[in-house]
C-alpha cells in the first residue's frame, strides 16, 4: 500500500491542525510546504530538533585551533623574527585573529553543511509540490502505508481542515 | 486571529496584509519600470563613483604624494574614512543579528536593506587602506601564504593585521548572513518570473529551495547560529580597528575607552545611515506600509541610547586627561577643543551630542523629513569624530620642532565622494533587483490567519 495525497491550504492555522491530525491517525508525514517558517509544525510533524548545532561547534573550535596552531608555528617555529623585543611566542596577541577565523569557519562552515545536507545547490531544480507555495500556499504531502486505515479518511481529514485543492498519486513511481 | 491580543500591540505592518499581498507589494518594485526618481539617483551617485574611480586611478598612477599627508600627520582623509565606512556597517549588523536574537520582530522590515548597507559600506570601508598601502597590486602581502622569502610569514602581533583578518571575516560572515536570509526570496522571485534571462539568474541564486519544512528547521536553526556568531563579532571588529590607535603610544589614542567608544561609536552613525537610507527607500519604493512610523521611532530611540553612550565617551576622555596629570595627554585634549581643529572638534560635539537630544521628543520623530534632516547630520558628526581623533592627535605630537598642520587635496575629497557614490550606486542597484525587505519574514509576523498572536512576542 502506497498511496500519496496531497492538500493546499490557505494559512498556517489550517495546515498546524491538519499535519498533527493526520499524524495521529497514522499517516506518514512526508512533507510540509510553507511560504515561510511556521513556528509549531516540527512538533506537528513529530520532528526532531536539528543536530546542527554540533557541527556549528565543532567548527568553531576547529577554526580556533588551527589558526592559534598557525600563528604559533609561524611565529615561534618557521620563521622566528624578534619584533620590538616581544615573546616570540606571544600568546595574548595572537586572541584577536584566533577569534575571527574560529567565527569565519563556524559561519561559513555551518552555511556549506546546511546546503549540502538540504541539497540546495544553484543547479538544482526545485520540486514544488504546488504552485504559489513560495507565495501564499501551505502544503501537506502524506502517504499512507497502513492498508487498515479507511480508503476516505485521508481525503475527509484534508477536506475538513479547509484543503482548497486535493490530488492522489496512486502510481508506484513514487519511491 | 485573537482581536483582543492584536489590539495589545500595535500591528508591525500597515494596512492589514495578506501573505499573497506582501509578496505583491514587494515583488512589483522589481517587475515593473523604474521610477524616474530612481534614475536621477542613480545618475547622481554613479557620477560621483565616476569621479572617485578617476581620482584612485590618479592616485595610482602618481603615487600617494597626490594626498596632503606629510611626514607627522601619516593618516587622514584616507583612514578616516575606512573607520567611518566600518562603523556604517555595524548598524547593520547590529539590525539583523543583535536584534534578531533579542527577537525584536520590528527588525524584520529593515534588517534586509540595513545588512546590504553593511555590505556595501564595508566594501567602501576595504577600499581606503587598499589604496593608503600606495602598491595596491601589492596588497595580497597581508595575508599569510606560502612564499620564496624565508617563508617570510606576516606579523601576527600587530594591530594592522588583526584588523585585516577582522574586517575580512566581517565582510565574508556578513555576505552570508545576507544572501542565506535572501535564498527563500529568491524562490519567490524565480517562481513569480515568466521565462528568459531573469527566470535563470532567480533559480541559479535560489538554489532550488521548495519551502521544505524540514530545510526550514534546519535554517532556522543555522540563521539563529549566524546571528549568534554575527553578535560578537560586529563588537570584535570595532573593538580591533580601535586597536590600530590604541596600541599606538600617541596621546589620544592611547586610551583603553577606545574599544567601548568605537563600538558605540560605530552603532551610533549606523543608525543615523539606515535611517537615512530607509526613509529614502520607502519613499521611492513606496513601502510606507512595511517601513513605518513605528520602526523610525525605535531607531530614533537607538540613536538617543548610543549617541548618550558616546556622549559620555567625549566627557570620560577630558576628564581622564586632566585626572591622568599627563601633560602630554592633557595638551592634546586642550589643542582639540581649541586649537585650530577646534572647528571640527565643536562640529562634531554639536553634531554628535546636541542633534539626538532632540529625539526625546516625539513631535521630532514622528516627522520623518525633519528626522532625515537630522539622520545626515549625525554622519557629518560621525565622520568628523573620526578625523579629530587622527588628525588632531598626529598633528602635534610630542616634539614642537615636527608640528605640522593636514590640509586634505582635491584628490582626497573627490575619493571620499566617490565612496559616497559607490555605496549609494550599490545600494539603488540592490533596490531594483533584490527583495529590499524580507518576504518571508514580514509574512510570518503578520496577524492573517495565525492561532495566536503574531505581534512583538
Redesign the interface.
Known amino acids: 500500500m502506497n498511496r500519496k495525497l496531497t492538500g493546499v491550504f490557505a494559512n498556517e492555522r489550517e495546515i498546524l491542525a491538519v499535519t498533527a491530525d493526520c499524524r495521529e491517525q497514522g499517516y506518514e508525514i512526508v512533507d510540509v510546504y510553507t511560504p515561510y517558517p511556521v513556528h509549531g509544525i516540527d512538533r506537528a510533524m513529530g520532528l526532531s530538533p536539528s543536530r546542527i548545532t554540533f557541527v556549528c561547534f565543532a567548527l568553531t573550535l576547529l577554526g580556533a585551533t588551527l589558526k592559534l596552531w598557525f600563528q604559533t608555528w609561524t611565529s615561534a617555529v618557521s620563521w622566528p623574527v624578534n619584533i620590538g623585543g616581544k615573546p616570540l611566542h606571544s600568546l595574548p596577541a595572537f586572541v584577536p585573529v584566533t577569534f575571527e577565523a574560529a567565527i569565519l569557519c563556524g559561519a561559513l562552515g555551518t552555511v556549506l553543511v546546511l546546503l549540502i545536507r538540504s541539497g540546495l545547490f544553484p543547479w538544482s531544480k526545485p520540486r514544488l509540490p504546488a504552485p504559489g507555495v513560495t507565495d501564499d500556499r501551505f502544503v501537506l504531502a502524506i502517504r499512507q502505508t497502513n492498508p487498515d486505515l479507511p480508503p476516505d479518511l485521508a481525503e475527509r481529514l484534508l477536506r475538513d481542515h479547509g484543503a482548497i485543492e486535493i490530488r492522489e498519486d496512486r502510481g508506484e513511481e513514487e519511491s | 486571529m485573537s482581536e483582543s491580543s492584536a489590539a495589545l500591540r500595535p500591528p508591525l505592518v500597515d494596512g492589514n496584509r ?3 499581498e506582501v ?1 505583491q507589494d514587494i515583488s512589483h518594485s522589481l517587475e515593473g519600470r523604474p521610477s524616474w526618481l530612481w534614475w536621477v539617483g542613480l545618475g547622481l551617485s554613479s557620477s560621483l563613483l565616476a569621479l572617485g574611480i578617476a581620482a584612485v586611478s590618479y592616485t595610482l598612477a602618481k603615487g600617494i604624494g597626490t594626498w596632503g599627508l606629510n611626514r607627522t600627520v601619516g593618516w587622514g582623509f584616507d583612514i578616516t574614512n575606512f573607520v567611518f565606512w566600518i562603523g556604517i556597517g555595524h548598524a547593520g549588523t547590529l539590525i539583523s543579528a543583535v536584534l534578531f536574537l533579542f527577537r525584536q520582530h520590528w527588525r524584520t522590515a529593515v534588517n534586509r536593506s540595513a545588512e546590504a548597507m553593511t555590505i556595501f559600506a564595508v566594501m567602501c570601508a576595504g577600499l581606503f587602506p587598499l589604496i593608503h598601502m600606495g602598491r595596491p597590486w601589492l596588497a595580497y602581502f597581508v595575508f ?1 601564504y606560502p612564499n620564496f622569502r ?8 600587530s594591530a594592522l ?2 584588523d585585516v ?2 574586517v ?2 566581517y565582510f ?2 556578513s555576505l ?2 545576507w544572501y ?1 536570509g535572501m ?2 526570496d529568491l ?2 522571485l ?3 518570473a515568466s521565462s528568459g534571462l531573469k527566470h535563470r539568474l532567480y ?20 540563521y539563529l ?2 546571528a549568534g ?2 553578535t ?2 560586529v563588537f ?1 571588529v570595532h573593538t ?1 580597528v580601535s ?1 590600530d590607535f590604541a596600541t599606538a603610544i600617541l596621546p589620544g589614542w592611547h586610551t583603553t575607552i577606545f574599544p567601548p567608544y568605537f563600538v558605540a561609536g560605530a552603532i551610533f552613525s549606523g543608525l543615523a545611515m539606515v535611517l537615512t537610507l530607509m526613509l529614502v527607500a520607502r519613499k521611492v519604493m513606496r513601502l510606507e506600509n512595511y517601513i513605518t512610523a513605528r520602526h523610525v521611532g525605535s531607531m530614533c530611540k537607538l540613536i538617543i541610547g548610543t549617541g548618550g553612550i558616546v556622549a559620555m565617551a567625549y566627557s570620560t576622555e577630558f576628564f581622564i586627561a586632566w585626572y591622568s596629570g599627563n601633560p602630554y595627554e592633557q595638551f592634546v585634549f586642550m589643542n582639540r577643543a581649541l586649537g585650530p581643529f577646534s572647528w571640527a572638534y565643536w562640529t562634531m560635539v554639536g553634531c554628535n551630542v546636541l542633534t539626538p537630544q532632540l529625539f526625546w521628543f516625539k513631535k521630532i520623530r514622528s516627522n520623518l523629513v525633519l528626522v532625515f534632516i537630522l539622520s545626515i547630520f549625525i554622519n557629518i558628526g560621525m565622520w568628523f569624530e573620526r578625523f579629530v581623533i587622527i588628525v588632531t592627535s598626529l598633528h602635534r605630537d610630542f616634539l614642537p620642532s615636527s608640528w605640522n598642520t593636514y590640509i586634505p587635496t582635491k584628490i582626497e575629497v573627490a575619493t571620499l565622494l566617490g565612496s559616497f557614490g559607490l555605496f549609494f550606486t550599490l545600494f539603488l542597484l540592490f533596490c531594483r533587483f533584490l527583495p529590499v525587505i524580507s518576504m ?2 514580514i ?2 509576523v503578520l496577524h ?4 495566536h498572536d503574531g505581534g512583538g512576542r
Open positions: 495578506r501573505p499573497g509578496t599569510p624565508g617563508p617570510l610569514w606576516i606579523n601576527f602581533r593585521c588583526w583578518f577582522a575580512a571575516t565574508l560572515v552570508t548572513f542565506i535564498v527563500p524562490a519567490t524565480r517562481d513569480r533559480s541559479w541564486l535560489s538554489l532550488g529551495w521548495n519551502g521544505s519544512a524540514r530545510v526550514w528547521l534546519r535554517y532556522e536553526t543555522v547560529l549566524l556568531l554575527a560578537p563579532l570584535s580591533i586597536m518571508s519574514e509574512k510570518g492573517h490567519g495565525r492561532p
